[in-house]
């Protein structure tokens, strides 16, 4: 049997970008709105992967975000990347990961039933890498865990997975999740006539009680989340003089058996 | 009641009995060890003088690899026999598929990474590093069922206890949709693995090219240590097979050299847990030295030889 029409359903977190953390100097808390956001990086290679098997094997490439309002704009750039519908669930407030993958195994049987669903991996901001197999469970699919590399044939699915002692290769039939790495593929960019078009697409939205699911309370509560403080000593050699290469070095050398890790 | 505990590493049992005495002693019941595929089924002598009411073994042909829909029908399996609320993990990557399969199943409650684990009010508290490292979590179980993925080296081994009864099972792994074709296992050139390492060495973009990665072996050589690089040199230049980084290697060592690496929170986050940082970099504006406890500025293309000739001077 070869694989046409693959419907795909490709899940994006609207993520804090990390690297421009806004911290309250005060109490070393995370000032989320203040933070910027953007489309997970793993989920963004989720999407790319999941257009670009639409291209090769014809499809439907559906994409499904729970977050704020402000979220939409990752819609979009989904719409621009090439995808064929986006959802939006608004949802404010805390929530685990449990209740995400309600929302998704809920919007699998509203909308689906879909051939995959691929994420990214763990996302930018909690990077807990769960999301995919809490969905497989409940679901009761197969999850094909930290692809880098993805294939479809005659049928069946066939990823290599990177885990922890080497690479695996997985093969399975459809409906499955896939999450993907970073090592995947490299996104695209959009162009700007895709940009523009993309903004004359309609999000849908759908709320949780549309899929369904009434009060669900977290299994995991986050009690507070504060900003590492930065401990160490910084002591800072000067060797850009090649000049002073000799002296900086015996110091270095001293300071680390000081320490005992010489 | 009882809590279940599995690791893929038979040598971190030690460490998460510990943790399950944390949570028997607030809930009671018995801890159970899982022990799953052959190699681990072979030397579980190990584990059984360390006081585990029972240890369970699954060894079947099918379990001798990690595939998480049959390690899941074993856990599922154990967790319904002894009735578990609880289930402890080592964390790591393959757990957290596995822990997220399970928890699903169960309906329990999640936290993985976990770097602290307390009880606080009656209630199950971990933390685990949010935000690229940058930040931590305190997060709490709500309900009576949690999988917990606690990170090596945070509780003090159990070295002693009863002698355990050791029970061989068989499970049906008929009707699973996944199937592992092939497992080719990481191959170790040092032969010193990074997240066991005492020294570690690690490159960044400032080296030029493949070649010059025999600094930092050499360096590594001298002091016992392993080498890896970031993940640019690894992923995209193909240089190594794995990186030290948040999605990489998670390292630990007493002494972190990091020569030519800029400090990416990608980076930052997973040299966290080192003892000592040292950095050397030539643009002193390098956000690597916020992490670092020395600092040295200056070609690494001058500063490793002279440092390596140094050393093997004394």
């Not at chain 1, 910027?36 to 994409?63: N, Q």
């Not at chain 2, 801890?31 to 072979?42: F, R, Y």
């Not at chain 2, 001298?222 to 980084?245: F, H, K, M, N, Q």
Request: charged fraction near 25%.
């Amino acid at each position: 049997m070869v694989i046409n029409m693959v419907k795909i359903l490709v899940g994006v977190k609207y993520s804090l970008q990390v690297e421009n953390l806004s911290i309250d100097p005060k109490n070393r808390s995370i000032l989320l709105d203040e933070t910027p956001k953007k489309m997970g990086d793993m989920d963004k290679r989720a999407l790319e992967e999941a257009i670009r098997i639409k291209e090769k094997h014809g499809g439907e490439v559906v994409v499904l975000c729970v977050g704020p309002k402000e979220a939409n704009k990752i819609l979009l750039e989904a719409y621009a990347m090439g995808a064929d519908e986006a959802y939006l669930v608004p949802f404010e407030g805390f929530y685990d990961t449990s209740f995400i993958a309600n929302v998704f195994s809920k919007f699998y049987e509203t909308k689906g039933p879909f051939d995959l669903i691929i994420l990214g991996g763990a996302s930018t901001d909690s990077f807990s890498g769960t999301l995919g197999a809490r969905i497989a469970g409940l679901l009761n699919i197969p999850v094909v865990p930290f692809v880098s590399k993805l294939d479809l044939e005659n049928g069946a699915i066939i990823g290599e997975s990177a885990l922890d002692d080497g690479k695996y290769k997985y093969k399975c039939n459809t409906p499955a999740v896939v999450t993907v790495t970073l090592e995947i593929n490299e996104p695209r960019i959009p162009k700007l006539k895709d940009i523009l078009r993309a903004k004359r697409k309609k999000i849908n939205e759908i709320s949780v009680s549309d899929l369904g699911l009434g009060e669900i309370s977290n299994l995991v509560i986050t009690r507070d989340v504060k900003a590492y403080e930065e401990k160490r000593k910084q002591i800072i050699l000067d060797a850009s003089e090649p000049s002073k290469l000799d002296e900086v070095i015996d110091k270095l050398v001293n300071y680390l058996k000081e320490e005992g890790v010489l | 009641m009882s809590v279940l505990i599995y690791s893929d590493k038979l040598d971190l049992y030690k460490e998460l009995i510990s943790s399950g005495e944390l949570i028997k002693e607030q809930y009671g019941g018995d801890i159970i060890g899982i022990v799953i595929g052959a190699d681990n089924a072979g030397e579980v002598d190990k584990i059984k003088n360390l006081g585990l009411s029972k240890i369970i073994v699954y060894n079947l042909p099918e379990l001798n690899n990690y595939n998480p829909m049959t390690y899941l029908r074993a856990i599922q399996e154990a967790i319904n026999e002894f009735k578990a609320r609880y289930v402890l993990m080592n964390a790591n990557y393959k757990n957290k598929i596995l822990g997220g399969l399970v928890a699903s199943k169960i309906n329990a409650g999640l936290v993985v990474d976990i770097s602290k684990l307390t009880i606080e009010d009656g209630k199950i508290v971990a933390e685990k590093p949010v935000y690229s490292g940058k930040a931590l979590a305190k997060e709490e179980i709500s309900g009576d069922k949690a999988v917990l993925l606690i990170k090596p080296g945070i509780f003090k081994p159990k070295e002693e206890g009863s002698q355990s009864e050791v029970i061989e099972k068989t499970i049906d792994l008929s009707g699973l949709n996944l199937e592992l074709t092939e497992f080719i296992p990481k191959s170790v050139e040092e032969g010193i693995k990074l997240d066991e390492a005492d020294v570690v060495i690690g490159g960044g973009r400032g080296i030029r090219q493949k070649e010059d990665l025999e600094l930092l072996k050499e360096l590594a050589n001298i002091l016992g240590g392993a080498w890896g690089v970031t993940r640019p040199l690894a992923a995209d230049y193909g240089w190594a097979s794995e990186w030290i980084g948040i999605s990489g290697v998670s390292i630990r060592p007493k002494l972190y050299i990091a020569a030519g690496v800029s400090g990416q929170p990608q980076h930052t986050s997973g040299i966290r847990e080192s003892k000592i940082i040292v950095a050397i970099n030539k643009d002193s504006e390098a956000p690597i030295f916020k992490f670092a406890d020395y600092g040295v500025i200056g070609d690494l293309y001058q500063v490793l030889p002279k440092l390596i000739e140094k050393l093997k001077k004394s």
